[in-house]
């Protein structure tokens, strides 16, 4: 299996789009380990919660690997070469800061 098919079906198990961010991955997992965690589900939930955990830090580590052809890791390179930066918004690039007039960077 293709690292690429590899993303998209742990991805499935997470119940996301190929499209995810490594931030949406992260929200389902915790969301998943939640309900499954030993603690709250009891010990026969322990192999359950371990292959969750598993499978998140394998897809998070193709993620950022670039495997995804949407990986952030593809979009926020491209961006940082072109002088852009991220201000927290997925929605929103914006060019760096300019300094106050009458001072020289």
């Known amino acids: 299996m293709s690292p690429s098919q590899r993303i998209s079906q742990l991805l499935k198990r997470f119940k ?3 499209k ?3 931030g949406e991955l992260k929200a ?4 998943q380990a939640k309900v499954l965690h030993p603690d709250v589900a009891g010990e026969e939930s322990g192999e359950d919660f371990r292959k969750l955990k598993e499978e998140y830090e394998e897809a998070m580590k193709l993620l950022r690997d670039g495997t995804s052809p949407y990986s952030p890791g593809s979009t ?3 961006a940082s070469q072109s002088g852009q930066h991220y201000h927290g918004n997925y929605q929103h690039w914006a060019p760096p800061p300019r300094p106050p007039p009458g001072r020289q960077p």
Do not use: F
């Open 16 to 18: 996301l789009s190929p």
């Open 20 to 22: 995810a961010t490594q």
């Open 28 to 31: 389902a997992y915790l969301k």
């Open 76 to 78: 926020a390179s491209s």
